[in-house]
């Protein structure tokens, strides 16, 4: 991988996150217009990014095998960095449903938000699609092992389920159904995509940019331990650890370069709306969202260029 586009595109998302917080320092953004900005990134810019990988890539046997390989690796990712979580959060002391918020924290990366508009900057719009669909199979963990984990009783339901049902799925699902049947794609639509497609990377940084002036403003009490403990697992050691195993395992290029930087995304910005309705502590997860976001602009060229050098990556 080239450690200068790395840099760059970093660098630039870090410049963005901070004219959100200029911006949201000068203006007191409501929780409405938060929202809409929200709706903007997750239902039309994140799907134009993947439907961008789809519209402007080659649709061969190679790449349907990428998309399913990936789709399937990130489900057993992402179940394998929970219980690597949940095991050390019980070493450090952590029991019972703090031990549960630990392991989503420190397990469950932000592929969607920040993971498929970086690897579509680094690696073109097959990137952003292969990253896309591996935030499919996140999707699919979330919505049912974690739900499961957070909640009071053990129960499952198809109900919940249905969250599964959102745009950049049904942009992933579009995917595959034009890579088994070869439709082309009219050029408005190609246009429209890569239009759209531009905007997640900034819009999702402004989001985050905005969030951190006001979370300093209300003087949050942090729970120093288990914030710090939970970052230097998801934003080191789990990206690490995983890392390493995953050098020993024949996968096709593009799905490792892919899994390789979505594996060093910070905290799931869900994290405060699932600990908010399954815990009732909205707190924990936004201070992890918030930090793990801001210092992940230093430990993702850090983790890239670690393996690089260690594994020619």
């Known amino acids: ?31 409405d217009a938060k929202k809409l900005l929200m709706i903007i ?5 994140i799907p134009a990014v993947i439907l961008n990988g789809i519209f402007n890539t080659k649709i061969d046997d190679g790449l349907l095998e990428m998309m399913l390989t990936i789709f399937l690796l990130s489900i057993a990712l992402n179940i394998f960095c929970l219980a690597l979580s949940w095991g050390a959060a019980h070493l450090f002391g952590f029991r019972s449903l703090k031990a549960k918020k630990f392991a989503v924290l420190a397990g469950i990366g932000n592929s969607g938000f920040i993971g498929i508009p970086l690897c579509s900057e680094l690696f073109g719009p097959t990137g952003g699609l292969l990253a896309g669909i591996f935030d499919a199979g996140l999707d699919v963990v979330v919505f049912s092992l974690v739900v499961i984990m957070l909640q009071e009783g053990n129960g499952f339901s198809l109900k919940r389920m249905k969250t599964l049902i959102n745009l950049p799925f049904l942009a992933v699902v579009t995917g595959f159904v034009i890579a088994l049947f070869g439709f082309e794609t009219p050029v408005v639509a190609k246009n429209l995509a890569a239009f759209l497609a531009s905007l997640a990377a900034p819009l999702a940084m402004i989001y985050i940019g905005l969030l951190i002036p006001e979370f300093f403003r209300k003087k949050i009490n942090i729970p120093v331990k288990f914030v710090s403990l939970s970052l230097v697992m ?19 290029e593009m799905v490792r370069k892919v899994t390789y930087v979505l594996l060093a995304m910070p ?8 600990l908010a309705r399954y815990t009732n502590d909205e707190t924990t997860g936004l201070i992890a969202t918030i930090y793990s976001t801001v210092f992940s602009l230093l430990t993702i060229p850090f983790i890239l260029y670690l393996v690089s050098a260690l594994f020619g990556f």
């Open 41 to 45: 990134i997750i239902n039309i810019a």
């Open 1 to 31: 991988m080239n450690m200068m586009s790395v840099v760059t595109s970093i660098s630039m998302l870090g410049f963005v996150v901070v004219l959100g917080m200029l911006i949201g320092s000068r203006i007191t953004i409501t929780q």
């Open 267 to 274: 905290t799931i910005t869900l994290a405060p709306v699932l």
């Open 234 to 252: 998801k934003l080191l050691l789990i990206p690490l650890l995983t890392i390493a195993l995953l050098s020993f395992f024949p996968l096709p």
